[in-house]
């Protein structure tokens, strides 16, 4: 199973600070154990939501509002994706994660939808669709 493994802001990492080399150390090394075991898809670090914006939808309306945004709790510092053969490996391995963050911080884990989870409504011609989508991202990324 993929999912997504969401590190949640800080009121440090929305202020912009950076971390210590002695922290981006421990991340590195965390990320090379995720490598080495195949579980790491993808993981990026996120600037503040000062640097963000918000597109809000209301019928055919769009409206963009410009970050920063007031609930650090619900902002996301960064993410990676993990291949795991459960939800439970994945709290096993983000709890051998460092602390991200220099103060308390929190992690979240969400499976992604896969093509079986939604049913008959994604046909075979939408499957197709989502495979050649993928392909291509994967050509482009090379």
Known sequence: MRCMVIVKASPESEA???PSEALLEQMGNFNEELVKAGVMLAGEGLHPSSRGVRVQFSGDRRTVVDGPFMETKELIAGFWIF??????EAI???????????SDSEIE???IFE???????????LQEQERRLREQIEQKAK
């Open 109 to 111: 884990i969400r499976p």
């Open 16 to 18: 912009g600070e950076m």
């Open 115 to 125: 093509a079986e989870d939604f049913g008959e409504e994604f046909t075979p011609e």
């Open 92 to 102: 096993d391995w983000v709890k051998r994660c460092p602390n991200p963050m220099v």
């Open 83 to 88: 291949n795991v053969a459960s939800m439970q």
